[in-house]
């Protein structure tokens, strides 16, 4: 005698005529999953460029997860000295948590030193605390950026657990591939054949404004406005550059 053993599952279709034998786990025809994940990606794109006497850097403010804008005024830019500052890009929570410890070790460095730690060592200084949490990294995408102890600008890219590269220009965040190939023509010059201009800290901020136009057209997760700052021998200038709100 034929038994049904049908019971009322419903598949990802929204149907209920299926046995518990067609269950595959999810691997093919009916996705059954149940999981949790500490990390979420919130999206937004950080940037920066060195020049010869000044650093710029540059993200935006939007903050999203999936289809959802969280904010649309979270910076992404985070002060650590006069002449030094990260740009974090990732889930939000571990970039707060990053920053935290590293204000931390700044202000005991400034203690016990007598003065502010120089980029190159703040450098080495991120790229160890990332490390040390390899095991359950923290799900924050840096670039640091500053004065170098000669006065001239640095840019250092990082990945997620501390591997360091000293470069002219570098970007992270959702909208990283699209900027990186524009940096590449405008900024290092890799497929031109013509000499590379001296811009200057006002020729630099107006590119930048230009880029990041360009990725709020192309990333949804990029937009609402920018935050450009310019690090030079006199100090931080911040400004605040408007995009489109949609």
Not at 26 to 52: E, H, R
Not at 79 to 94: F, N, V, Y
Request: hydrophobic share 35%; aromatic share 10%; charged share 25%.
């Amino acid at each position: 005698m034929n038994r049904d053993f049908s019971i009322p599952l419903v598949n990802s279709e929204g149907k209920f005529d299926f046995k518990p034998s067609d269950i595959d786990h999810g691997v093919t025809k009916c996705p059954f999953q149940n999981g949790w994940s500490p990390y979420d990606f919130n999206g937004g794109t950080t940037l920066a460029i060195a020049g010869n006497d000044y650093v710029i850097v540059a993200a935006d403010t939007r903050m999203s997860t999936g289809y959802q804008i969280l904010s649309r005024d979270q910076t992404k830019i985070h002060k650590l000295t006069e002449k030094c500052s990260l740009l974090s890009a990732g889930c939000r929570a571990d970039m707060d948590a990053l920053w935290k410890v590293l204000d931390a070790k700044m202000v005991m460095y400034k203690y016990s030193i007598g003065k502010e730690m120089a980029s190159p060592a703040v450098a080495q200084l991120l790229s160890n605390t990332l490390y040390y949490k390899r095991f359950f990294p923290y799900y924050s995408f840096n670039v640091l950026a500053g004065l170098d102890e000669n006065g001239k600008g640095a840019v250092y890219d990082y990945d997620a657990i501390g591997s360091m590269e000293k470069k002219e220009y570098s970007a992270s965040g959702s909208g990283t591939s699209f900027v990186i190939p524009a940096l590449d023509n405008l900024i290092g010059f890799k497929t031109r054949t013509e000499p590379k201009p001296i811009r200057s800290v006002d020729e630099c901020i107006e590119l930048v404004k230009d880029l990041f136009v360009s990725i709020g057209e192309r990333d949804i997760y990029t937009g609402d406005a920018i935050e450009i700052c310019a690090i030079t021998s006199a100090g931080m200038k911040t400004e605040i550059f408007q995009l489109k709100r949609d």
